[in-house]
């Protein structure tokens, strides 16, 4: 969260949105939401199960999936700053 924040340029949010409510996703959004003493918001913008990043609601209505960060735990910290294009789907 402090990786996308710093990259965003921004000091705060209002709450976390996780992809998918269901499983580990669920839990981490929680975990960062306490974190942070912000709300959770229970949605759902995935809408199906295991898709890719370029198949959810957020990717549909044109917003932005990055900047994006991975870290692992021990503070090692990647910060994504370009969306991967979806593949093409010929005819």
């Not at 910290?77 to 370009?82: K, L, S, W």
């Not at 294009?85 to 005819?91: A, D, E, I, L, S």
Request: charged share 15%; with cysteine; glycine share 6%.
């Amino acid at each position: 969260m402090q990786a996308v924040m710093t990259a965003s340029g921004i000091s705060t949010f209002d709450a976390v949105i996780p992809n998918e409510i269901g499983g580990m996703n669920a839990f981490e959004a929680l975990l960062a939401a306490h974190r942070f003493n912000k709300p959770t918001l229970d949605t759902d913008l995935v809408a199906r199960a295991y898709p890719k990043v370029w198949q959810t609601v957020r990717c549909l209505h044109d917003i932005p999936i990055t900047p994006a960060a991975v870290a692992d735990g021990t503070g090692h910290q990647e910060v994504i700053h370009t969306a991967l294009q979806p593949p093409h789907v010929g005819h």
